[in-house]
């Protein structure tokens, strides 16, 4: 089990993946995303290398890596280092965001992508990462408490909506 840059190698099993998370999602674009990414792979990963970089950032975004968790050659998860915070990430999202693709949830991948990513935190210079989850995803605290993620605060919800927590990882 591996973190991998995002590449053509894992397609067929990453399309599967977002048509799993299609089922349990809200998000009104993703449907149209799956097929452009299906009829255009290339443009998509150029899409995700873009977002690396400093530039045509959207102005409320900071540069950010993507890599996919692959255990036997296919696509498991996806993980996203925010290369610094701003206003918006200090409250939601922090430096690191995850996510297992609904068929191989609680199986131990989510554990695992955090604890692979930490080292590559590091290397982009991230000595103490963010970690921000709703106070209801008993998964994700788990995760977090696993990789030595220390509570910092809680953040008010409101009506439907649950608190935020917030930790900070100390990548040694
Ligand atoms: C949250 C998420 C990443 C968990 O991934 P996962 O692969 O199931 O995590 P793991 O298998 O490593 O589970 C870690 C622990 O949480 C528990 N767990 C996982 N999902 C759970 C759930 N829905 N309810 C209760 N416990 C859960 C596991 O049993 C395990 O417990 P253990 O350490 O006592 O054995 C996954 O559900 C997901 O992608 N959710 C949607 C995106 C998301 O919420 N991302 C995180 C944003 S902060």
Redesign the pocket.
Known sequence: MFLSEPTKKYKQSFIEAMRETEEESSDPDIHKRITEAEQDFDKYLDGLKEQEKDKNLKPEHVPQTTYWLIDNDEYI?AVRIRHSLNEALMKEGGHI????RPS?????????ILELVLPKAKILGITKAL????ST????I??IE?NGGILWDKIPGGVDKPDKLRYWIEIK
């Open positions: 998860g965001g995850y996510d297992i191989k949830r609680k199986l131990g991948y989510g554990s695992k970690l921000t989850c709703n995803n008993t998964g994700s788990k995760i696993k």
